[in-house]
């Protein structure tokens, strides 16, 4: 039996994705292989990989001058591949620290260029999203970076920062394609897929084109974006399978009528839960309603004692994986595009459910 | 139909495999998720990758003071990591130059240090290993690097060499597996999955432990081998899926009877592949027979004017990928582990026909 899975990543596919992965996993549309098995070059998989980067750019809306890179290395090793892309002529980059990942993205940074923190919500414990008024971004950065959805501490931008002539680069590896996104704000969106679109290994880097010029000498080539644009993507071998299952999820998304659809569903998914954790004393969760996360929920059990048995009884009923991240504890719930309303609806039955028993 | 998949990388893998993992997609041994959806710090997936490591340790008899690594980037990606994480306090490293991979590798290396080709097979058209008497490894050398497999001019090392104290470090990617090796005269092996092992977007790197402390301070925590040790590959999210379909390959290979079976295989295989060109005047191999590729075995017709017509008829039988690599022509015949002996007897048998058609 399929369970309702609430990991954090890598997290739920869409079921139907699952079942055409492994109908055609020998014999891919009568060719006689797998497409883990495609050299990435051959006429099969060239399509494959056209059809996935053509129906990421309807379903984001991607203007013609950004190019759209599937590379590897996730959201950690990206954090160092920017600073390589973005620093020459530059010394500062700008970050805004909203929590883990922005932490995460600072120190590889600072290996490359000086890092000024144009601001940070460490001062409440990560519980929001500095408003752009107290921004300070130092002079001459090479860019202002974010992380639009911090996956460990639940908070997420709802509004596009405006940061001038300046390029700003966002991580956003945890809620990408779960809301519609004006590309063109933007200098550079990264993300790895294993969040809301598909395996890990896989890291999707939409860049403007006339960022392309900005690489370190030092900037590996397997990791250089101007080099992988010419290349589209196969100066090195790519992540073949990964790319098909992303394809497919794309496809599935565009089949439920897109992010405009899917950002309806999301939306009334997140209400459901943060109204009950609101109108209950039992949990509680932390960050501020206004920046509040669509895709993940942390929350607390008032007793945390009873911590250990919360996780059991969902388990029991099939619902996984919804341990908090080993740094803050407590619950999280990802609820990505993929966790269908039911599933969300069974947490909060559950949830009731415990605090009719213990609370 | 499942073709005869002559594909230099992504390559074909063996059937069981596929038919396991298609099993396997939508509910793992009852787990109620895909191998793809598990946190990659849940007791399911750890248990998958611990077992990917422990079989892939006794397939190769890795000594424990060896630490293996599942990353992110490939070889090509790998050609920039490696100087990254070994040549702080050295000024050079030297590089045997035997084609293709070589040169990518030397490239990517001048990124970091000095580049000392210690020996070229250049002057002969990259046909042969130059014997470890013609090498000049540079004073102070941070290391000696090979690739002990060319994918693309089918040129292998049937020896080790033997560079004293300064550290050996093999790009093996296309032959990883397919042969004995001894391990503890490296002090660093490392390759793609996408050849020999599993999907693309999976590399392997076997590190002897006293080289863990020779990073760069620009190096990505990704990619720092000293720091993926130290989290067990997880300090990012490692590729789960081709991780999980990597240990399934080494189940196969164990059940085969190990590298030992499997290479006695592998080398009936290239004789009889081999032995039919070499009888032939209608193909020929450029490769000194000595130092002979068992895995990627280039050839030529006579007369190129009949190349498509033998690709042509080769696919019509359910001969897949034998083209040559862009950059050199001809055809190629890539027959890794996972390529019965029957697939290499079909070619024959086929090459012996066209030749008696067109000869």
Redesign the interface.
Same mark, same amino acid.
């Given at each position: 039996?399929?369970?309702y899975?609430f990991?954090?990543?890598?997290?739920?596919?869409p079921?139907s994705v699952?079942?055409q992965?492994?109908?055609e996993?020998?014999?891919w549309h009568g060719?006689?292989?797998?497409v883990?098995?495609?050299?990435?070059?051959?006429p099969e998989f060239v399509a494959i990989h056209a059809k996935a980067e053509a129906d990421l750019r309807t379903l984001l809306a991607i203007p013609a001058n950004y190019r759209v890179l599937f590379l590897?290395?996730?959201? $950690?090793?990206e954090? &160092?591949?920017v600073p390589?892309n973005l620093a020459r002529g530059f010394a500062t980059a700008s970050y805004v620290n909203t929590g883990e990942w922005s932490k995460k993205s600072i120190?590889?940074a600072g290996?490359?260029l000086k890092v000024a923190v144009a601001a940070s919500a460490e001062d409440r414990s990560f519980s929001y999203v500095p408003p752009q008024s107290a921004w300070r971004v130092a002079p001459g950065s090479a860019y202002v970076h974010v992380c639009t959805n911090e996956t460990i501490g639940g908070v997420e931008y709802h509004w596009t920062p405006d940061t001038g002539d300046v390029p700003l680069v966002a991580d956003m590896s945890s809620h990408i394609l779960s809301r519609a996104v004006d590309v063109a704000k933007y200098g550079v969106i990264y993300g790895?897929a294993?969040k809301n679109i598909?395996?890990?290994?896989?890291t999707i880097v939409i860049v403007r084109d006339d960022l392309l010029d900005r690489a370190l000498? $030092?900037?590996?080539? &397997?990791?250089h974006w101007q080099e992988q644009a010419a290349a589209d993507s196969m100066?090195?071998?790519?992540?073949?399978?990964?790319i098909y299952?992303a394809g497919l999820v794309f496809e599935w998304l565009l089949a439920q009528g897109g992010v405009a659809a899917i950002e309806r569903r999301n939306v009334a998914k997140a209400k459901l839960l943060y109204d009950y954790l609101d109108a209950s004393a039992f949990y509680r969760n932390p960050v501020a309603p206004a920046d509040r996360s669509r895709m993940n929920v942390p929350f607390r059990l008032r007793d945390e004692s009873l911590d250990g048995a919360f996780l059991k009884g969902a388990e029991e009923r099939?619902m996984?994986?919804l341990k908090g991240h080993?740094s803050v504890g407590g619950m999280r719930a990802s609820i990505y595009n993929a966790m269908p309303v039911e599933g969300v609806q069974a947490l909060v039955d559950y949830m009731r459910e415990f605090e009719r028993r213990h609370g």
């Open positions: 039996m399929r369970a899975n990991s954090a990543g890598p997290a739920v596919l079921e699952l079942r992965a492994a109908a996993m020998l014999d060719s006689g292989m797998s883990m098995e495609m050299s990435h070059r051959g590897q290395g996730g959201a $950690i090793g954090n &160092a591949i390589m120190k590889e290996k490359y790895g294993q598909g395996p890990a290994g896989l000498p $030092i900037c590996p080539s &397997a990791f100066l090195n071998t790519p992540p073949t399978y990964a299952v099939g996984l994986q080993r």
